[in-house]
Nanobody, 119 residues
Framework: QVQLVESGGGLVQPGGSLRLSCAAS????????MYWVRQAPGKGLEWVSH????????YYADSVKGRFTISRDDAKNTLYLQMNSLKPDDTAMYYC????????????WGQGTQVTVSS
């Protein structure tokens, strides 16, 4: 069955770094644009970043540009998000999601991994 499994979240101090991973299975990962979306406590979903098929183009929300880097390894069916210079405002549940060939709707979602930035 289709699975997206995030990992790598945790508690980190402001200014610290984390690397999130999203392991995909049950579908042809290389045919999907991949996304990171987050939800802070009491707030709605916020798009963070996405990457196209092949990984040649990446996109970031202004709030994370210059601090986060998205990447993918199609040989490992894995999506990554390197997060540096973390701020308390980055505290959220982070989800990976997939859109077939960059279509209008998300086809698959992971269960999320919690990131907490606090001293």
């Amino acid at each position: 069955q289709v699975q997206l499994v995030e990992s790598g979240g945790g508690l980190v101090q402001p200014g610290g770094s984390l690397r999130l991973s999203c392991a995909a299975s049950g579908f042809t990962f290389s045919n999907y644009w991949m996304y990171w979306v987050r939800q802070a406590p009491g707030k709605g979903l916020e798009w963070v970043s996405h990457i196209n098929i092949g990984g040649g183009r990446t996109y970031y929300a202004d709030s994370v540009k210059g601090r986060f880097t998205i990447s993918r390894d199609d040989a490992k069916n894995t999506l990554y998000l390197q997060m540096n210079s973390l701020k308390p405002d980055d505290t959220a549940m982070y989800y990976c999601a997939a859109k077939f060939r960059g279509g209008n709707e998300y086809n698959y979602w992971g269960q999320g991994t919690q990131v907490t930035v606090s001293s």
